[in-house]
């Protein structure tokens, strides 16, 4: 297993168009968060599934944003009609039942144009 | 007033120095993580702490719960210990991160 892995690493978007992100988390971690980072900011959370369920979902996720772990294997995370604000690096992470093994991918780095 | 609390916010070292970074938090908690970031962005979980201390080579980390404080040590540090060190705890069976800013690290040879 080589870890958490996101594609893509970067991406360039122009404001209004919508974007997808993957995430594939460690293959015994039954559990998968999204957080988004910007700038000189710790990661805030946005979402968090246990297998395929979606258990919580931050206020920070707007309508705009669905995340979805449809197998609850790999996750993809969109954002529909883009916004500058909406330029971060995003997030994912997996770790086991008991939370041990907390591992993050290296990240998708995203800027709205 | 922010959940987690690091302080100092950046913090310049010279090669060799015993470093302490701290984190205050203000909830109960389940377990409390120190990560490293590397400018990148690449985050790596250095700890996990319910209670007590752990060392990993060069890395201690301590928490005391009465007093709702932690404090991750590097000693004999080197400049390849330069990077973010983020303090961020889990709270009862919520599994998801709440995150301190961050503290930028300098370690100069």
């Known amino acids: 297993d080589t870890g958490v892995s996101q594609n893509p690493r970067h991406k360039i978007t122009k404001r209004g168009q919508n974007v997808t992100f993957r995430c594939d988390p460690i293959s015994e971690h039954n559990r998968l968060y999204w957080y988004r980072q910007t700038l000189g900011q710790g990661p805030e959370f946005l979402t968090y599934?246990?297998?395929?369920?979606?258990?919580?979902k931050s206020r920070l996720l707007s309508d705009r944003f669905s995340a979805e772990r449809p197998k609850g294997s790999f996750s993809t995370l969109e954002i529909q009609r883009t916004e500058q604000g909406d330029s971060a690096m995003y997030l994912c992470?997996?770790?086991?039942?008991?939370?041990?093994?907390?591992?993050f991918g290296s990240g998708t780095r995203l800027t709205v144009v | 007033k922010n959940e987690v609390e690091q302080s100092p916010q950046n913090l310049t070292a010279q090669e060799g120095e015993f470093i302490t970074i701290n984190c205050s938090y203000s909830v109960g908690i389940s377990a409390l993580h120190w990560l490293q970031q590397h400018p990148g962005g690449g985050i790596v979980s250095l700890f996990m702490l319910s209670s007590g201390k752990k060392k990993h080579g060069r890395l201690i980390a301590t928490i005391n719960i009465q007093e709702k404080h932690s404090s991750l040590h590097i000693t004999a540090s080197h400049p390849r210990d330069s990077a973010v060190y983020i303090c961020a705890v889990t709270r009862g069976a919520n599994s998801k991160l709440t995150f301190g800013k961050g503290i930028t690290l300098s370690v100069r040879p």
């Open positions: 599934f246990q297998n395929e369920a979606q258990l919580e």
């Open positions: 992470a997996s770790s086991s039942r008991d939370n041990y093994g907390y591992t």
